[in-house]
């Protein structure tokens, strides 16, 4: 299929081009943290593919791959007249026709497991393209549970309204009321307010607030957008499968972001520097010990031990040495050790050649 490339801009600032094997950094940019990703989207993502072919020129077949946070027309205008082929994610609101489509037009991708998949073409930002609409099961339950958590909590707070004006002393007028009932709706997120109908009427005693759920509304907008992913590409010979593979491969740099944030190994944030030199410097070491993480996990893998890594990082820190101190009359003096390995941790120190240490008698 090519060359993947991933951009990523999700670090505050950092644009990593990372292998699809153990996520290993081949480049970096950093750009102004107070810009937008589609602001950023077409210059980084040059400067990055130029870095990666002055390495590899015989390099054919780039595929970008970037979310629907870097969509505008103006970053698919300019994508169109690359030569680089791509592998897109969309809104729903892009192509509102496919969420209608029934599930049983839907077809299985055993590559993925219970995923399914819709494939069709559309018009997407002025031209025809080849569209998969993805189903998966535990994102829609996932995305339904976070719904209605947020439900709840709206709830909460309208019933909460409501029972401030009953203990209420100085109640306030309708106006005023309706504002704090529209701040708290707009609060609740983007769809909520959809499903939810208020109603802030003057009564003898004061304003008076009620309202009411529409569930059916709430299932039948949830049934048409959880759990569904929509991509999009100019690679119509593809399987669906190749397609669903490629933006996948964008987990890749994600993790690699991931475990950025670590607080104690390989911390992006915070910077604590002032000067674009310096920040710059600050990326180039936190990348460098990035990729020598990763080369080093991609050691170990070779050895049998597959290991995500933070858990390879914390089996290490975790092998400590012991100075042990024998007084005289004891011929052995002073010698270092470490401590108890499990077997995994040993298996890790053997194969990196690691030797057990032997600190020589202080004279």
């Given at each position: 299929?090519?060359?993947?490339?991933r951009?990523?801009?999700?670090?505050?600032?950092?644009?990593?081009?990372?292998?699809?094997?153990?996520?290993?950094?081949?480049?970096?940019?950093?750009?102004?943290?107070?810009?937008?990703?589609?602001?950023?989207?077409?210059?980084v993502?040059?400067?990055?593919?130029?870095?990666?072919?002055?390495l590899?020129?015989?390099?054919?077949?780039?595929?970008l791959?970037?979310?629907?946070?870097?969509?505008?027309?103006?970053?698919?205008?300019?994508?169109?007249?690359?030569p680089?082929?791509?592998?897109?994610?969309?809104?729903?609101?892009?192509?509102?026709?496919?969420?209608?489509?029934p599930?049983?037009?839907?077809?299985?991708?055993?590559?993925?497991?219970?995923?399914?998949?819709f494939?069709?073409?559309?018009?997407?930002?002025?031209?025809?393209?080849?569209?998969?609409?993805?189903?998966?099961?535990?994102?829609?339950?996932?995305?339904?549970?976070?719904?209605?958590?947020?439900?709840?909590?709206?709830?909460?707070?309208?019933?909460?309204?409501q029972?401030?004006?009953?203990?209420?002393?100085?109640?306030?007028?309708?106006?005023?009321?309706?504002?704090?009932?529209?701040?708290?709706?707009?609060?609740?997120g983007?769809?909520?307010?959809?499903?939810?109908?208020?109603?802030?009427?003057?009564?003898?005693?004061?304003?008076?607030?009620?309202?009411?759920?529409?569930?059916?509304?709430?299932?039948?907008?949830?049934?048409?957008?959880?759990?569904?992913?929509?991509?999009?590409?100019?690679?119509a010979?593809?399987?669906?499968?190749?397609?669903?593979?490629?933006?996948r491969?964008?987990?890749?740099?994600?993790?690699?972001?991931?475990?950025?944030?670590?607080?104690?190994?390989?911390?992006?944030?915070?910077?604590?520097?002032?000067?674009?030199?310096?920040?710059?410097?600050?990326?180039?070491?936190?990348?460098?010990?990035?990729?020598?993480?990763?080369?080093?996990?991609?050691?170990?893998a070779?050895?049998?031990?597959?290991?995500?890594?933070?858990?390879?990082?914390?089996?290490?820190?975790?092998?400590?040495?012991?100075?042990?101190?024998?007084?005289?009359?004891?011929?052995?003096?002073?010698?270092?050790?470490?401590?108890?390995?499990?077997?995994?941790q040993?298996?890790?120190?053997?194969?990196?050649?690691?030797?057990?240490?032997?600190?020589?008698?202080?004279?």
């Open positions: 299929m090519g060359t993947r490339i951009w990523a801009a999700a670090c505050d600032g950092l644009a990593l081009l990372v292998t699809t094997d153990f996520n290993i950094p081949l480049f970096h940019a950093v750009y102004p943290g107070n810009r937008a990703d589609t602001q950023q989207f077409q210059s993502t040059e400067e990055l593919i130029d870095r990666y072919q002055t590899r020129t015989q390099c054919d077949g780039i595929t791959v970037y979310d629907k946070g870097n969509n505008s027309q103006a970053n698919q205008a300019a994508m169109d007249g690359s680089y082929a791509f592998v897109g994610s969309l809104k729903a609101n892009q192509v509102p026709e496919l969420l209608t489509v599930a049983n037009q839907y077809t299985s991708v055993p590559e993925f497991g219970d995923l399914q998949a494939r069709t073409t559309a018009t997407v930002f002025g031209c025809e393209r080849t569209v998969v609409m993805t189903y998966n099961e535990a994102l829609f339950l996932g995305q339904w549970q976070g719904e209605f958590a947020r439900l709840r909590k709206l709830h909460e707070r309208l019933r909460a309204l029972k401030g004006l009953e203990t209420a002393r100085r109640r306030p007028s309708v106006a005023a009321l309706q504002q704090r009932v529209a701040r708290t709706l707009a609060q609740a983007p769809h909520l307010p959809n499903w939810v109908t208020t109603s802030v009427t003057a009564t003898p005693e004061g304003p008076r607030l009620t309202f009411s759920i529409d569930h059916n509304a709430c299932m039948e907008w949830g049934n048409a957008h959880w759990g569904k992913t929509i991509l999009f590409t100019d690679h010979e593809w399987s669906t499968a190749q397609i669903v593979a490629t933006y491969d964008a987990w890749h740099v994600e993790d690699t972001f991931r475990d950025m944030k670590q607080p104690s190994w390989l911390r992006w944030q915070p910077k604590c520097h002032w000067t674009d030199d310096k920040i710059r410097v600050h990326a180039f070491i936190c990348v460098l010990a990035v990729t020598l993480a990763h080369l080093l996990r991609r050691e170990v070779r050895a049998g031990v597959a290991l995500s890594l933070p858990q390879l990082l914390r089996d290490l820190t975790t092998v400590q040495e012991v100075l042990w101190e024998y007084p005289p009359p004891s011929p052995l003096g002073v010698r270092l050790t470490l401590t108890d390995r499990t077997r995994r040993q298996q890790i120190l053997d194969y990196l050649q690691i030797p057990e240490p032997m600190a020589k008698p202080v004279i």
